[in-house]
């Protein structure tokens, strides 16, 4: 069965605003997982100030449910979603948000704008696109809603603009990642039916 693109963007919007989707769409279904480690568990610790609440197949989330970093050994190491929206970024933003998020002439630091901004609103200008217009100049981002590129990725790149804002990522590529959690793949190939 072949999904339809905006069903996806839809599945994705629909679950932000149920709170409830910090991973891939919902035609992915998720395997059956045993329970999460306790908050403030050792294998939680990251660097940075955003402290991961829970790990579920590798994806790690902060208290509010949204996709978190887990940076270790001093900066070199870290998950598997962030090396994968390192990756994604700099195939799909960086022509306009300009290499590590930091902006351009052409559009706004990434790292900057998610200093104060949660998934959800992320997720919705993804989607949706946003218009910024004032006397000196129009910002327009596109929507994405049917690109799966992005789409199906969406949480890995909010995870690393997430770790590059906070600064525990660094402009270079990560030198080490955890490995690729069997349900990343499993989804990946869903979505991108």
Request: proline share 8%.
């Amino acid at each position: 069965m072949r999904c339809e693109v905006k069903g996806v963007a839809g599945v994705i919007l629909a679950g932000l605003a149920a709170g409830s989707l910090w991973t891939f769409p919902a035609h992915a279904a998720p395997p059956a997982a045993p329970p999460a480690p306790a908050a403030g568990s050792a294998d939680l610790k990251s660097e940075g100030p955003t402290q991961p609440a829970k790990v579920q197949d590798g994806q790690y989330t902060d208290k509010n449910g949204d996709p978190t970093y887990h940076v270790t050994d001093n900066g070199k190491k870290v998950d598997w979603y962030t090396m994968s929206g390192y990756l994604r970024y700099n195939a799909n933003c960086i022509v306009c948000h300009g290499p590590d998020g930091m902006g351009s002439t052409y559009a706004p630091s990434l790292v900057d704008a998610l200093k104060g901004m949660d998934y959800a609103h992320f997720a919705g200008i993804i989607v949706g696109g946003k218009k910024d217009v004032n006397a000196s100049q129009e910002l327009v981002m596109p929507a994405f809603g049917d690109n799966r590129n992005v789409m199906c990725y969406m949480p890995d790149i909010y995870t690393y603009l997430r770790a590059r804002s906070d600064g525990v990522v660094g402009r270079n590529r990560p030198s080490e990642h955890e490995p690729k959690p069997a349900a990343f793949e499993k989804a990946e190939d869903a979505c991108m039916k």
